[in-house]
């Protein structure tokens, strides 16, 4: 018996020992370099390696894309911003329209497919690089190609309509074309040589229908809109030898922000406005003309002049908008003939109306207009806002007082110094102006403030005044000088526009119930 108890026993302690070995060679083999890993742990340590060497390849490579992807980036947003930099330091429309060609959309999709694709480390640095290299060369391309796009540019589908509609269309108000309806469909529109030429052959085919009965005038062709395109003199010279025709109705021609017109169209405006007085032909014709910001010199605006000096001429436009910031660069500022053919300006005998708006006029330029313009024309209204006149230009234009009816000073000075503004000596100077001139626009000279309006508003008190409309918006007029104002009713019974606005973000506000007094009274003046 003692025999099979230790039997079973040792029965157990093997199959103990049996069940404990495993564990026991696991623990040994993990210890031990000369025994076998089991088939399982060597599994799982080669799997977790593999991960981690992936792992570790796919972050080396991700490190790697992004720095080469970072080029991309910095070539796309530099790109763009030099871009917008462009469009807005240009002077005129021609080169906003070359930059406005370049494809910006499919830059930005190409971008976009090169940052996505898993490209390998080598060929995305490679293609990074060319991409910058590439956008580098697009500006200098189109304006190296700039001659082949002017006569060729593809023009836009309601250009198209514009054509269709002059060549075929038989009542024009019936036509509910937003752009008929604006007058000024052909505006920034892109045209250029080959669209001149275009719309003149609509143009003619149009005047020959007009003469024949078939058709109505077309609003849009009788004030003819053309800012801001890319024709130069040869597509001018084409549409004005068509507006020559014996049924043309044409009275107003907007040309400006054409850069590449130059004295040849000019000569040839020139030249058809005296054709027109030689025959004495009574129908509507040229009478308002837009040229400014075009590339038209001395000799140019001289023939213009003398044209006006043959027959009555209602309005001339050289509205140029020169930058102030600009005229501190020479290289980036375009140059300006104004300033150097205001002497010429007399020769204008029938001109009634001078726009000279962003010319960068100064004072010793308005002695020379003054020159100019008394004794020698009829302008009636002279328009010289955002110039850079000061108290002494203003005091320069006292001798106009008998001629002109209407005055707009709008706007006047410049960068940096403060001294050379439309102040209180200015208004002072103008003060005899108030028995003449129906209108007087000051607006945005903020030195002005409230001694200007005080000035102005005993001027007005004067029963000889004959201002209707006095703008004096952002001029930093507050309460004494809105109330000065008030009190001029209900004694003056001209003045039936008044504008004090403030909204350059300065503190001067003139209270509600003073704002509704003002616009009562002036109410009472158009009974």
Request: charged share 20%; with cysteine; net charge neutral.
């Amino acid at each position: 018996g003692e025999e099979k108890d230790t039997a079973t026993v040792s029965g157990r302690d093997e199959e103990s020992s049996q069940e404990e070995t495993p564990a026991s060679s696991l623990e040994f083999n993990n210890n031990t370099n000369d025994m076998e890993e089991s088939p399982l742990v060597a599994a799982d340590e080669t799997s977790l390696s593999a991960a981690a060497a992936r792992g570790a390849a796919a972050a080396k490579h991700e490190s790697s894309t992004d720095t080469c992807r970072r080029p991309i980036l910095i070539w796309t947003a530099f790109y763009f911003v030099v871009w917008a930099m462009s469009i807005v330091f240009c002077s005129s429309a021609t080169s906003v329209f070359i930059l406005l060609q370049i494809p910006a959309k499919q830059i930005l999709l190409f971008k976009l497919f090169l940052l996505r694709k898993d490209w390998r480390d080598g060929h995305l640095k490679t293609i990074s690089y060319w991409y910058g290299i590439g956008l580098s060369m697009l500006v200098y391309y189109k304006a190296s190609t700039f001659a082949s796009v002017r006569n060729s540019v593809k023009p836009l589908p309601e250009f198209q309509t514009i054509i269709h509609d002059l060549k075929y269309a038989s009542n024009f108000d019936a036509i509910q074309n937003d752009y008929m309806k604006s007058q000024r469909p052909m505006q920034a529109m892109g045209l250029g040589n080959n669209c001149m030429y275009e719309l003149s052959y609509a143009l003619k085919t149009h005047f020959n229908r007009y003469g024949s009965n078939e058709t109505m005038p077309a609003p849009y062709i009788e004030h003819l809109n053309l800012i801001g395109n890319i024709f130069d003199d040869r597509g001018l010279e084409a549409l004005v030898d068509v507006l020559q025709h014996p049924y043309a109705y044409t009275t107003t021609l907007l040309i400006g922000r054409n850069k590449d017109i130059t004295d040849r169209a000019a000569i040839a405006i020139a030249q058809w406005i005296e054709n027109k007085s030689q025959k004495g032909d009574k129908r509507k014709d040229l009478s308002w003309l837009e040229i400014g910001g075009t590339s038209i010199t001395d000799e140019g605006f001289t023939a213009l002049y003398r044209a006006m000096g043959t027959r009555s001429f209602t309005f001339l436009g050289t509205e140029y908008t020169d930058s102030r910031v600009l005229q501190y660069f020479p290289v980036l500022h375009q140059w300006n003939p104004i300033p150097g053919s205001i002497a010429n300006v007399k020769y204008a005998k029938y001109l009634i109306e001078l726009s000279l708006t962003g010319n960068t006029l100064g004072n010793s330029d308005m002695i020379e207009l003054t020159k100019a313009v008394k004794d020698n024309t009829n302008i009636t209204k002279l328009t010289l806002v955002d110039n850079m006149i000061g108290n002494d230009g203003v005091k320069a234009l006292i001798p106009l007082v008998t001629q002109l009816t209407q005055l707009e000073l709008g706007l006047n000075w410049r960068i940096g110094d403060t001294d050379n503004m439309i102040g209180n000596d200015g208004v002072k100077a103008l003060i005899p102006l108030v028995t003449q001139l129906t209108e007087l626009e000051l607006g945005l000279n903020w030195r002005i403030g409230d001694t200007g309006a005080i000035l102005l508003a005993e001027a007005l008190k004067n029963p000889n005044a004959t201002v209707e409309n006095l703008r004096l918006f952002n001029c930093n007029v507050g309460t004494e000088g809105a109330e000065a104002l008030l009190s001029i009713f209900p004694q003056n019974k001209r003045l039936k526009h008044l504008s004090l606005k403030n909204t350059r973000g300065t503190h001067t506000t003139i209270p509600k119930e003073t704002i509704q007094q003002l616009k009562a009274a002036i109410r009472t003046n158009w009974k």
